[in-house]
């Protein structure tokens, strides 16, 4: 089992950045690989960023240059920082943590960019 608690998430204005973190603990979870999703209103839930459990970093296009996925071992977290954000990058994000065939998310955290 894994646990994963996300917060962070807030309201900031186009242009604006965010760092959002995730709690993660359980059973061997540095040997998942991290992923964060979101959601955007009335939307499917879509990956925007992963990092593997070897520490190799991917992300979605629309999100390539202004987000960066990080994870702190020691500390048990994973992060995720947002710049030059959006109003397209509104959306309820989420962490999770798969390997094999366990998958495990977080509850979520809102973020709104709006001016």
């Known amino acids: 089992q894994v646990q994963l608690v996300e917060s962070g998430g807030e309201r900031v204005q186009p242009g604006g950045s965010l760092r959002l973190s995730c709690e993660v603990s359980?059973?061997?979870?540095?040997?998942?690989?991290l992923n964060w999703f979101r959601q955007p209103p009335g939307k499917q839930r879509t990956r925007v960023a992963r990092?593997?459990?070897?520490?190799?970093?991917e992300y979605v296009d629309s999100v390539k240059g202004r987000f960066t996925i990080s994870r702190d071992i020691g500390q048990a977290m994973l992060y995720l920082q947002m710049n030059d954000l959006k109003p397209e990058d509104t959306a309820v994000y989420f962490c999770?943590?798969?390997?094999?065939?366990?998958?495990?998310w977080g509850q979520g955290t809102q973020v709104t960019v709006s001016s």
């Open positions: 999770n943590a798969e390997r094999y065939n366990s998958n495990y």
């Open positions: 990092i593997s459990n070897n520490g190799v970093t």
């Open positions: 359980g059973n061997m979870w540095s040997a998942y690989n």
